[in-house]
């Protein structure tokens, strides 16, 4: 079973901040939080990752809380190619990745 | 670099018959990892790879899946005797090892199988 909650869709208007949330109340202190995304009929994309300080590169940044018991994926900028199944995921070390539901982001015109 | 890459791209079949799914991962990534993905579901695990340990086959739904892999080359999925409910997206992804603390996964495009 996933280890994080995310709400199950977003609308965020094109060229706005889109921040996509998400719960993993139950994370351990070794477990990083990874974000993907899923453009239709394409694989998987990594975003970005990290354990306790937030993280920024070119195409988001993450906000962790400081007991990291939630994160939030920032597209500063959305446009419409940004429209994708989200998803966010927790994984120690030698775990396998568990893909949740996501979040269906819909970046509007 | 050249990304994960997996074909076909598109496979249909008729129900019984055996169908094989071919990935070839980024150089030099040891670990390598398939997924089932149908239709508007997340991705299911299905079967890992990490250099020439044992595979963790923990996620393969039946015995009629099997995956090898040589070495740090190319892996090979084969279903058998396929079935309608086999019909799915196949990703296969790779990294450059589990057994580190952070482990990013690189997915290819998928095969999209489709069971008559």
């Known amino acids: 079973d996933a280890k994080t909650t995310q709400p199950p869709s977003m609308d965020c208007a094109e060229g706005r901040a889109a921040n996509l949330p998400c719960n993993h109340s139950t994370i351990s202190g070794n477990e990083y939080v990874y974000w993907y995304r899923q453009i239709h009929s394409q694989g998987p994309q990594y975003i970005i990752h990290g354990l306790k300080n937030n993280e920024t590169n070119e195409m988001a940044s993450l906000i962790i809380t400081e007991d990291r018991k939630s994160s939030t994926l920032i597209l500063p900028h959305a446009t419409l190619r940004d429209t994708a199944v989200y998803y966010c995921i927790v994984r120690g070390y030698g775990q396998n990745f568990v893909f949740g539901p996501g979040t269906r982001l819909s970046v509007l015109p | 670099g050249a990304g994960v890459s997996q074909s076909p791209s598109n496979k249909v079949t008729e129900k019984g018959k055996d169908v094989e799914l071919r990935c070839d991962p980024i150089?030099?990534?040891?670990?390598l990892y398939w997924y089932r993905q149908r239709l508007g579901q997340g991705l299911e695990f299905l079967i890992y790879f990490q250099g020439n340990s044992a595979p963790d086959k923990s996620g393969l739904p039946s015995d009629r899946f099997s995956a090898e892999r040589t070495g740090e080359s190319v892996s090979t999925l084969t279903i058998q005797r396929t079935q309608q409910e086999d019909s799915a997206v196949y990703l296969c992804?790779?990294?450059?090892?589990?057994?580190?603390?952070?482990?990013?996964?690189?997915f290819g495009p998928g095969t999209r199988l489709t069971v008559l």
């Open positions: 150089s030099g990534h040891t670990a």
């Open positions: 992804a790779s990294s450059l090892a589990r057994g580190v603390s952070t482990d990013t996964q690189y």
